[in-house]
């Protein structure tokens, strides 16, 4: 697994998409306005996208998956979400992850 930030070089350097995502998911990697969103790898491939959401003490890390996870890929998920949270949102108490369809 990995995250992958918003405007990443490895989603704008690719011409062809479909090297590293399914076609039906080209589309949501670029928006009509050109924004990149942040993704996640599994085996190479993007597989979803994710966002922080943050209040005034607390840190959401939104994790929208372009098609249904095994388990263990969602606990892998949860687990680096939890360092990446910690990471990004320091002093954000309690954090939380959420799985979104």
């Given at each position: 697994?990995?995250?992958?930030?918003?405007?990443?070089?490895?989603?704008?350097?690719?011409?062809?998409?479909?090297?590293?995502?399914?076609?039906?998911?080209?589309?949501?990697?670029?928006?009509?306005?050109?924004?990149?969103?942040?993704?996640?790898?599994?085996?190479?491939?993007?597989?979803?996208?994710?966002?922080?959401?943050?209040?005034?003490?607390?840190?959401?890390?939104?994790?929208?998956?372009?098609?249904?996870?095994?388990?263990?890929?969602?606990?892998?998920?949860?687990?680096e979400g939890e360092h990446l949270l910690h990471f990004v949102?320091?002093?954000?108490?309690?954090?939380?992850?959420?799985f979104k369809k």
């Amino acid at each position: 697994m990995r995250f992958i930030p918003e405007f990443d070089n490895l989603i704008l350097s690719y011409a062809d998409h479909t090297r590293i995502v399914a076609a039906e998911h080209c589309p949501a990697l670029i928006t009509k306005n050109l924004h990149v969103p942040a993704t996640f790898l599994i085996n190479g491939r993007v597989a979803g996208i994710w966002k922080i959401e943050r209040t005034k003490k607390s840190a959401t890390l939104n994790i929208q998956p372009f098609a249904p996870l095994p388990t263990k890929a969602k606990a892998e998920l949860k687990h680096e979400g939890e360092h990446l949270l910690h990471f990004v949102e320091p002093d954000a108490n309690p954090v939380n992850i959420q799985f979104k369809k």
